[in-house]
């Protein structure tokens, strides 16, 4: 699956800062931390200053709160563990907002959308996980890299948290995402394919917003 063609800002960009803040969206093992890191160097050359992030971040109270549930030491329920993804996202709010304001390109692994994908696919409400996260900085650009829980599965078999092991549940959080994509207008790809090919794409769907 390869869509450029009608990619957009999403609905709820906010254009009053300088810097732009592109986010990758997908299942584990679709490539996000390599596309955005080649998406990085990328644009390193054509001279923007660029920062990497990757949510959740484990090395802050809530993040290693996270790591522990994801790794079975902690029960909490799916209400819960999305409010904890949602705050950890809002330990980095100020941050985020300095360096969009400084002109930062920020490229994010995982971001809003992950809660909305995971939290739907439990049963929670995707308005709710869009409300509780509107004070956010919200993206400007989000890709889409599309695989099937199959082949997450194939791409790594050792050392999965309990929600990479639980392949109807990655389903239905496939479903939510290509929701989320058709809706808002994001560059679709089929992450499957060569990663030299999929970061072409990439360059093409993200380029145009960054007058690239």
């Not at 490539?31 to 050359?45: C, F, I, P, Y």
């Not at 790594?156 to 948290?161: E, T």
């Not at 092991?165 to 060569?194: C, E, H, I, K, N």
Request: charged share 25%; proline share 4%.
């Amino acid at each position: 699956m390869t869509q450029l063609v009608g990619f957009q800002a999403d609905k709820f960009s906010r254009h009053t800062m300088s810097g732009r803040l592109v986010v990758f969206e997908g299942l584990d093992q679709s490539g996000k931390q390599t596309q955005a890191e080649m998406l990085r160097d990328w644009l390193v050359s054509t001279g923007r200053t660029v920062r990497l992030l990757s949510f959740p971040t484990y090395e802050t109270p809530l993040g290693t709160e996270i790591g522990r549930a994801l790794h079975g030491e902690r029960e909490y329920g799916p209400d819960v563990m999305q409010l904890l993804y949602v705050a950890n996202r809002f330990e980095w709010k100020g941050e985020i907002e300095r360096e969009l304001a400084a002109g930062t390109v920020l490229v994010c692994d995982r971001y809003l959308a992950s809660s909305i994908a995971y939290g739907e696919a439990q049963g929670l409400d995707p308005r709710w996980l869009e409300e509780i996260q509107a004070p956010l900085p919200q993206p400007d650009a989000t890709v889409l890299l599309d695989i099937a829980p199959a082949e997450s599965l194939a791409r790594k078999r050792a050392g999965r948290d309990k929600y990479e092991r639980d392949l109807d549940l990655l389903s239905r959080v496939r479903t939510s995402y290509l929701r989320q994509a058709g809706a808002r207008g994001w560059a679709m790809l089929d992450a499957a394919r060569d990663r030299v090919v999929v970061a072409d794409d990439v360059r093409a769907a993200v380029g145009p917003k960054l007058g690239l």
